[in-house]
């Protein structure tokens, strides 16, 4: 085809669409928004051209995997530190991916407009092609990885995880609401400010500590996530184009952004600055420039003339930003035997890196870090999860442990409402469950689920326990000879309880810092 | 449900499995398909809440009506762990991908080749006119009817392999659908009787569509997963898109010397096979006999199958008369449209459903 017939006939492929005449017209997702007919085309692609692309990126990047890579056995030759992490990382991204093939599906359905739909589909098609190749990349480390263990039942893992499991309420979210919704969450939020920070630089983490497994999957999957921005930005922009849905608009973003900062942050953060062994630049300083600078500074403001302004808690979650995650890889690290890695204690060196990074970092977390390093041994059976004299509770609403913007000043506030005690961690979360209460009817916390589990018997009930039967996935170093088995768990009698029982209702409590180790 | 940690226990070899093992695989060893597909969508009613909890169940967001994620009703059919369904076609997005893309790129190959070669410019004008702008174009209509319906449906599907399936068969009606368009386009070039009007004009107006166009509207409209794999494959294809793609079209476009559409229906036609297996898979694993709900399964998908034949065999039989309009035609409407019902009648036979679709 020359280019005129190109054109001609993707013009004529935009007019699939008829005027029902004989049932009336259902919506299965009825959106309040009103979306208009005609839109800017964000991509021309054909099916043809399509699955051209896509066949020539997968055999460039399953070739190099069960090629070269390989035979050179190169996963195995990866940071230890850094592939840890890709344990629960990877089943978190791979969800992601799985729900914006759900959105996807849903927006075909509600947006009225040919030539968006058929956009749609072509992400619906890659969102299956993420989920697959994520699942491909680790099931490719659990065969040539060092340590298998973890990458082998992640998937199943995931939701029994304190702090995995929070990725469900931000990512159910592409699917779970108003169509339109779903698509801010997901293409507008998730997707255009986040997915750069997860698929571009933490690829150059991953390279720079030996792994290049994870960039050849995580670039060819972002080569397909700038179809999905223009996506966003042409059902953005189809939107606002009609006054009648600013009003909407604005509040669905400002809680779209509060639902996937939330977790996202805290989740890259955690990844980035906390597993890398030969250190480069920090979670801060990546989300200065994609986030701060390329999302906020230049795509939102393209908006502003169709009166969308910066979302409602943008300036909270820039607070947030620099300390959020420290807490959240604490309480990762406090609480090791429930977590499916082996958790590499910092060093000196990491010291000074988080220190240039974050001044100030060392007066607030080096010594629990010292502490956790100290706390190695099993003979000693100490668990550093014994250092809090106080264990913070979970947010109802993001399912994170309630330590924002810092565990020494955290906003947490403690609610009843609809016949139960809530935690939560912001005004942002505390806000969205007041919007829709109900929605968080069946949303228990991991600690109001495993109350009263013995430990031992939360690792053994949740598949926690290695091939040998005793030994555990999670370990507090990655020292092959100080393994801590289910009897050393079992030895320390500690039991799961739920902080928030004995918080005072309706408060705003001072969370107790973490005791250095005596 | 089904997914059994196969964690040694106790006592057993210490070596660590390099492999999935997360996965019942449906036969011995585990495939590249089942694991990079099956135990993806969350199952808050099992899989994902190993060890209880103690409130079981649970639902980090209810939809803003405040149901679940996913809902049992959202078809009528009821399994007691539908992660246990294996497409036969083992298909992941990586196969799937490679396999029309090789189909495309035979028919973008054989559509060149027939234009530089003066075989587009030769097609007749009556089935250049009629048969490829009016009837197959007005039939695009159809297949991106099918593509809509199927994107919703992914959607609640109550399990990773539906779903992914359900993807996979709504991307081969909008390549379908995208193709006659393309074709049609390219066909512009070397003959002057291509009127790519006539195919809208067609499906909006001619009473011969009007009862396709019924049957299409309501296909957009049903929200019942398990029932548009049950009408469109066991029905819609082995019926209707019979007699309207593979009768009209294929059958006849050797006789026309238009190998390119030959090629193009050729490739849907194992698209719909595909399809077809997948659903007969989907059929009888809800009406295993060892299972509880087989017979109230059983007897659903017979209903559907009535009423979906009650459909397509109006808009069959409304599409005689192009019949005669197909210049070089081999094939009487009656012919076609008993070898159709008869084959329809043996998948149906096949599955149990004798009488179901008796007409």
């Not at chain 1, 075909?108 to 619906?124: F, I, K, P, T, W």
């Not at chain 2, 197959?136 to 099918?146: D, N, Q, V």
């Not at chain 2, 010397?257 to 809800?286: C, H, K, P, W, Y």
């Not at chain 2, 017979?302 to 309009?325: C, H, M, N, Q, S």
Request: aromatic share 12%; proline share 5%; glycine share 6%.
């Amino acid at each position: 085809m020359d280019s005129n017939e190109f054109i001609r006939a993707h013009d004529r492929v935009k007019d699939f669409e008829w005027e029902f005449s004989y049932e009336p017209k259902r919506a299965h997702y009825p959106t309040n928004y009103k979306i208009p007919k005609k839109t800017s085309d964000p991509f021309r692609h054909l099916v043809r051209d399509y699955c051209k692309m896509e066949r020539d990126k997968d055999d460039r990047q399953y070739g190099a995997m069960s090629d070269v890579m390989a035979r050179a056995k190169m996963p195995a030759k990866a940071s230890e530190r850094w592939t840890e992490i890709l344990k629960m990382a990877l089943p978190v991204t791979t969800y992601a991916e799985y729900a914006a093939m759900k959105c996807t599906g849903q927006l075909v359905d509600s947006v009225d407009n040919a030539e968006l739909r058929q956009g749609y589909l072509a992400q619906m098609m890659d969102e299956v092609r993420h989920t697959n190749q994520e699942a491909h990349l680790i099931r490719y480390l659990a065969k040539h990885a060092r340590d298998p263990e973890g990458f082998d039942r992640g998937f199943k893992i995931r939701g029994q995880n304190m702090i995995t499991r929070a990725a469900r309420p931000a990512l159910d979210a592409f699917f779970a609401c108003d169509p339109i919704e779903g698509a801010i969450n997901l293409q507008v939020v998730a997707e255009t400010a986040y997915t750069n920070p997860i698929f571009v630089t933490l690829t150059e983490v991953a390279a720079a500590n030996g792994d290049e497994a994870t960039p050849t999957t995580f670039l060819s999957v972002q080569s397909d996530e700038a179809r999905h921005m223009a996506n966003g930005y042409a059902t953005l922009a189809a939107i606002a184009s009609v006054p009648d849905n600013l009003p909407r608009l604005q509040r669905d973003f400002d809680n779209a952004f509060w639902r996937q900062h939330s977790f996202l942050d805290s989740f890259i953060g955690s990844v980035y600055d906390y597993f890398q062994e030969n250190r480069g630049g920090s979670y801060h300083e990546a989300w200065t420039e994609w986030v701060g600078n390329d999302w906020a500074g230049s795509y939102i403001e393209r908006l502003k003339p169709f009166g969308v302004e910066l979302p409602r808690g943008w300036e909270e979650a820039k607070a947030r930003i620099p300390w959020g995650h420290h807490n959240i890889v604490m309480m990762l690290a406090a609480t090791w035997p429930v977590q499916f890695m082996r958790i590499d204690p910092l060093t000196p060196r990491d010291f000074e890196w988080f220190e240039k990074k974050y001044p100030g970092w060392y007066a607030l977390y080096g010594s629990f870090w010292e502490a956790y390093a100290k706390m190695g041994d099993p003979k000693d059976g100490q668990i550093p999860i014994t250092l809090f004299p106080q264990v913070p509770p979970i947010c109802r609403v993001c399912q994170m442990p309630c330590v924002f913007p810092r565990f020494d000043q955290s906003t947490v506030r403690i609610r009843e409402a609809d016949g139960r005690k809530h935690a939560f961690c912001s005004d942002g979360c505390e806000h969205l469950y007041a919007l829709e209460p109900h929605r968080y009817a069946k949303a228990y916390t991991w600690f109001e689920q495993y109350e009263g589990y013995e430990l031992s018997q939360f690792v053994r009930e949740c598949g926690l326990i290695r091939a040998d039967g005793k030994t555990l996935i999670g370990q507090p170093s990655l020292n092959w000879d100080k393994m801590w088995t289910v009897d050393d768990i079992a030895r320390t009698k500690i039991e799961i309880e739920n902080p928030l029982r004995k918080l005072p209702a309706d408060g705003a409590p001072r969370l107790l810092a973490p005791r250095t180790l005596q | 449900m089904s997914a059994v940690i196969q964690r040694p226990v106790a006592g057993a070899t210490p070596k660590p499995a390099r492999d999935f093992t997360f996965i019942q695989p449906a036969g011995r060893r585990l495939t590249e398909y089942e694991a990079l597909t099956v135990h993806q969508q969350p199952d808050a009613n099992g899989y994902d809440m190993a060890g209880g909890g103690r409130f079981g169940p649970e639902a980090f967001l209810l939809r803003s009506d405040g149901s679940t994620l996913w809902k049992d009703d959202s078809t009528r059919l009821r399994h007691p762990d539908w992660y246990r369904y294996r497409d036969p076609a083992q298909h992941w997005q990586r196969t799937y991908i490679r396999h029309q893309e090789q189909q495309e790129t035979a028919i973008e190959r054989a559509t060149e080749d027939a234009g530089l070669n003066g075989t587009l410019a030769a097609l007749n004008a009556d089935w250049v006119g009629k048969v490829l702008s009016k009837h197959w174009r007005a039939w695009s209509h159809f297949e991106y009817a099918i593509f809509r319906t199927l994107c919703p449906a992914q959607r609640e599907a109550l399990g990773d392999t539906l779903s992914t399936m359900l993807c996979f068969q709504s991307f081969d009606h909008l390549r379908h659908a995208q193709d006659i368009v393309v074709y049609l386009v390219e066909l512009e070039r070397y003959n002057k009787a291509v009127d790519d009007a006539a195919g809208r004009k067609a499906w909006m107006e001619d009473p011969c569509y009007q009862p396709s166009r019924r049957l299409a509207e309501h296909i957009i409209n049903t929200a019942d997963w398990g029932e548009l794999m049950v009408g469109l494959n066991l029905v819609v294809g082995p019926l209707l898109q019979q007699i309207a793609l593979s009768a009209i079209v294929r059958g006849n476009a050797g006789a026309n010397g238009d190998d390119v559409a030959s090629q193009i229906i050729v490739t849907t036609e194992r698209d719909r096979r595909r399809n077809l297996a997948a659903t007969e898979a989907f059929v009888r694993m809800v009406t295993e006999p060892s299972l509880a709900e087989a017979g109230a399964n059983r007897a659903v998908i017979g209903e559907w199958i009535v009423e979906w034949t009650g459909y397509a065999r109006d808009a069959a039989k409304a599409l005689a008369p192009v019949f005669a309009t197909v210049p070089n035609g081999r094939e009487t409407f009656e012919a076609a449209y008993a070898k159709a019902s008869a084959d329809m009648a043996a998948v149906h036979a096949g599955l149990g459903f004798s009488d179901a679709g008796a007409a």
